[in-house]
């Protein structure tokens, strides 16, 4: 099974071409795409969804997924409703446009919960019409010819890969996987979350790489390293994802500061450890 590492593109610059450049330099040909310049795609300008495709032809280059932050910070049916209506359709719009086969999504803010109190918000019962939410969003993307790849996110219902699992089953939708994050997982529960890639592994579609070290001054301020240098046996990881014949994207999602030291330590981390 092959590597084949890309890296989100604004974590090196929200200049598309800037991040492209660079990335170019240190080997890397596949980007995700998330914020850019004008705003977070596709929420942006035209023209700079405009200037991230020709840049992506004349780089030859390849963009593997779109993030368009849907449900992340959802919490009552008025902002589902506003998003589905003004974020959902035109990311649509781009996943068909790049050939994407989905979009990375987010499992419904829980109330009240950041960054740095997620941990103590438990979310083994999300309310019924967060799944339902997830089930008509399902449906919507199984009727678009797309899938829906959940990140966990410590300030969501799906806040890790077992909960991301279990509200994919409650919400009975074939057309939702997981975008299997393992550093956001660490980031709330301060360890490695290796023990439930079995629960995970099923539905991953894409995957994103970052580490940190132990949580000393709590969640809200976390120290993000290249991976190997954290919590996460990252080794033991990528051994679990060959076994279970994962094939699709992996990208780099560090956390760092975007210069051109750190991102080459980053990617040879990871190739180092795969």
Not at 16 to 44: D, H, I, Q, W
């Amino acid at each position: 099974m092959k590597l084949r590492l890309g890296i989100v593109a604004d974590e090196i610059s929200r200049d598309f071409a800037a991040a492209v450049r660079m990335g170019k330099r240190l080997g890397l040909g596949r980007y995700e795409v998330r914020n850019l310049t004008s705003g977070r795609a596709p929420l942006c300008d035209a023209s700079e969804i405009i200037a991230v495709e020709a840049t992506v032809e004349r780089e030859e280059v390849r963009i593997t997924a779109l993030s368009p932050g849907l449900f992340k910070y959802t919490s009552d049916s008025a902002a589902f409703a506003r998003e589905m209506t003004e974020v959902y359709p035109r990311a649509v719009e781009l996943a068909h446009r790049w050939d994407l086969p989905g979009l990375i999504v987010f499992g419904f803010h829980k109330p009240g919960a950041t960054e740095a109190n997620a941990n103590s918000m438990p979310s083994d019962n999300p309310p019924p019409e967060v799944v339902g939410w997830l089930a008509t969003a399902g449906e919507r993307a199984a009727a678009d010819g797309l899938e829906l790849m959940i990140e966990p996110e410590p300030i969501c219902w799906a806040d890790t890969g077992r909960a991301a699992a279990k509200l994919i089953r409650r919400a009975g939708t074939k057309s939702v996987k997981i975008n299997y994050d393992p550093g956001n997982v660490a980031w709330l529960e301060n360890r490695d979350p290796l023990d439930e890639f079995e629960a995970v592994a099923p539905w991953i579609g894409n995957v994103h790489i970052k580490d940190l070290k132990p949580l000393a001054q709590g969640a809200g301020k976390p120290e993000w390293v290249p991976a190997g240098q954290g919590m996460i046996d990252y080794r033991a990881h990528f051994r679990a994802l060959r076994r279970a014949r994962y094939d699709g994207p992996i990208s780099l999602e560090p956390h760092l500061d975007g210069s051109e030291e750190s991102t080459r330590a980053c990617k040879e981390a990871v190739e180092g450890l795969w």
